[in-house]
């Protein structure tokens, strides 16, 4: 079986995404599955990782001057021209179109005219302050339309897509895996990340957003609380690039630190994987309070790496942190927006600190066990040949097989 993967023009460069997208291949060359790689119109920069080949799209000439909505069509027709170049050359059995879903719109068509069937990873984003997710548009339908298995990271983005009207399509759940290897046992706990006289007091770690529906707020407010009880205890926030930036005459991060939090809560920047690899084993407790109203389809791959490294979780109970965690046993789970039960979680995990290592224990042994790229490498070949079975089916004229 050979696969034609359709990736984000950075798979070539070291990044968080190059890493993720080489471990879900390696796992698939492990099962047998050949793979050819080629990424979406960008900047071609850097030869190609070792033991890796990756066909390139080049971006149009001057597409800036296009304006954003000519620009974007012409990128999809660039990648249209080039995917069906590679098709022809090597010959794939089907084509995998990864994040970001925008490039199926290229694919499509594209697979339509060479007759190869079309497997699409969906990523639906909510949209800030509503109740529902952004809804999904009409090119995007049409996009996820036309592919014969759509992969969903979580039940909650299938019923999601379900709900938009995405029917009729095998729509197949394969969970993602923590950027991190996990731990048969919780790291020993490093120093760091601590102002000067606090070495060794209790670390905090929260990795999200700073909208209001990431909860980080709330977790202000409940580590004021926790200082009355707990003096020594700080916070360490990171988070996308570029987000935590911190204050030049302050020295405070972009959310409002009261005075008697002031020395207390240290902003660190974007958590990439090599951060997360050291600020993580060195956290007592990382916090994930998202809200309801956050709406996230999928757990945060914060959230994933936290638990393969063998911390203690304490997370609101949305449905993605349901799905993943079991009260009591792998993490607390504490009502979503609720200042009060977010205090009370965090309160009695810090006054019963031999909980700490239980907890991290069982949630790095549910991700390396149920969460990890060799399992995900298996999912997504068993869709393939489901999805290659059908195929064959149809072309001779038979029903296929639901079983």
């Known amino acids: 079986m050979r696969v034609l993967h359709l990736l984000d023009h950075s798979a070539p460069r070291r990044s968080d995404y190059s890493r993720r997208a080489q471990a879900l291949l390696q796992g698939l060359r492990a099962h047998g599955v050949q ?3 080629l990424t979406g119109p960008g900047q071609a920069t850097g030869g190609d990782a070792p033991g890796w080949h990756f066909y390139r799209t080049r971006a149009p000439v001057c597409v800036e001057r296009l304006g954003p909505g000519l620009g974007a069509a012409a990128r999809i027709a660039a990648l249209a021209l080039r995917l069906r170049q590679v098709a022809r050359l090597t010959r794939p059995d089907l ?3 990864h994040l970001p879903t925008a490039h199926a719109l290229a694919a499509v068509p594209v697979a339509r005219l060479v ?5 699409i990873e969906a990523e639906r984003r909510a949209s ?6 952004a809804p999904l548009s009409w090119l995007e339908r049409r996009a996820l339309g036309g592919a014969q298995a759509i992969a969903a990271g979580s039940a909650q983005m299938r019923a999601s897509l ?3 009207g995405v029917g009729g399509k095998r729509i197949a759940v394969i969970p993602p895996a923590p950027d991190l290897v996990a731990c048969r046992q919780p790291a020993a706990r490093r120093p760091g990340f601590a102002p000067a006289g606090l070495e060794g007091a209790p670390l905090l770690a929260y990795a999200g957003g700073l909208h209001a529906e990431g909860g980080l707020e709330l977790l202000l407010a409940a580590l004021a609380a926790l200082r009355r009880r707990f003096p020594a205890l700080r916070l360490v926030v990171a988070g996308a690039e570029g987000e935590y930036a911190p204050d030049a005459r302050t020295g405070m991060g ?6 008697a939090l002031r020395g207390h809560v240290v902003y660190t920047g974007a958590l990439s994987y090599r951060r997360a690899a050291d600020l993580l084993p060195r956290a007592d407790i990382a916090v994930f309070p998202a809200m309801r109203a956050a709406n996230l389809l999928a757990p945060s791959r914060h959230l994933l790496n936290a638990m393969a490294q063998g911390c203690a979780i304490v997370a609101s109970d949305i449905a993605c942190h349901r799905e993943l965690l079991v009260h009591g046993h792998s993490g607390i789970l504490f009502r979503a927006g609720s200042g009060g039960a977010l205090l009370d979680a965090i309160g009695g995990l810090l006054a019963e600190p031999r909980r700490l290592a239980a907890l ?3 949630a790095a042994a549910y991700v390396g066990s149920r969460r990890n790229w060799e399992l995900t490498a298996a999912r997504y070949r068993r869709l393939y040949e489901r999805v290659l079975a059908e195929s064959h089916c149809r072309s001779h004229g038979r029903a296929p097989n639901r079983l």
Do not use: K, W
């Open 254 to 259: 972009p959310v409002c630190v009261t005075d």
């Open 360 to 362: 991290g224990t069982e």
């Open 95 to 97: 084509i995998h179109v």
């Open 115 to 119: 007759g190869l069937p079309l497997v």
């Open 162 to 164: 379900r709900a938009e």
């Open 35 to 37: 793979t050819v790689h």
């Open 128 to 133: 800030a302050g509503s109740t529902a997710p």
